[in-house]
């Protein structure tokens, strides 16, 4: 398996211009997580799909931050508009229902730079 | 406050040298804890996990502890190599489901030659 692919590795944008992030999960994954992590507050947890619903978003910072799964392999984190502040690495990762202990197969990341 | 708290914050050792790493948490109920390792530029890789009744924990090279009681873990890292170089992040799960975790800030490691 080529594991969870995530698309562009590397953004650099303006301030005020709209950021899409996409992901694939492993296949046969029933659950998708997007992370940020930046070196202030490490990893954390901003929304997370189960069978391609969204069952947490609590950790979404505002309302410019939108998540999608319109199918079991695709995901999209969209920023609209990007701020300097949203600079960070983007995370996509996937897991199993059952099995592994819940072990979360991470993505490879999206280096995000909003100037 | 569910909690996960690492030290040190960096740490750099010589090639060849043994190290270990810290975890406590405060995450209550606990369910399992995990170590993961994440290289510069790259996504966490699961190097070990650790449920209630495991006490040590061994993948080749590292070996984790965990002492349930006093909610400690550690991550030993046996003969270091260049490549061992990398962020060592603590996550631990709250009962409840898998998808309640709670991660450390890591520990970074650099091994020089």
């Known amino acids: 398996d080529a594991g969870v692919i995530q698309s562009p590795r590397h953004e650099v944008t303006e301030m005020g211009q709209e950021v899409t992030l996409r992901c694939k999960p492993i296949s046969g994954h029933d659950y998708l997580f997007w992370y940020r992590q930046t070196m202030m507050r490490g990893l954390e947890l901003l929304i997370y799909f189960n069978n391609n619903v969204p069952i947490d978003d609590s950790g979404m910072p505002e309302d410019r931050f939108s998540a999608k799964m319109p199918n079991a392999s695709f995901s999209t984190l969209k920023i609209q508009p990007s701020e300097p502040r949203d600079s960070a690495v983007y995370f996509c990762?996937?897991?199993?229902?059952?099995?592994?202990?819940?072990?979360?197969?991470f993505g490879e990341g999206s280096r995000l730079t909003v100037l | 406050k569910n909690q996960v708290e690492q030290s040190p914050q960096s740490l750099i050792i010589l090639e060849g040298k043994n190290c270990t790493l810290q975890c406590n948490y405060t995450v209550s109920p606990f369910s399992n804890l995990r170590w993961y390792k994440q290289d510069t530029g790259r996504g966490p890789v699961s190097l070990t996990i650790?449920?209630?009744?495991?006490n040590t924990k061994s993948n080749g090279r590292y070996t984790a502890t965990l002492d349930a009681d006093t909610k400690q873990s550690s991550l030993h890292i046996t003969a270091s190599q260049l490549s061992d170089s990398a962020s060592y992040i603590c996550?631990?799960?709250?009962?409840?489901?898998?998808?309640?975790?709670?991660f450390g800030a890591g520990t970074r490691l650099a091994v020089h030659p």
């Open positions: 990762a996937s897991r199993l229902t059952s099995g592994s202990g819940g072990e979360l197969f």
């Open positions: 996550v631990v799960s709250a009962s409840g489901g898998y998808n309640k975790l709670i």
């Open positions: 650790m449920t209630f009744s495991e």
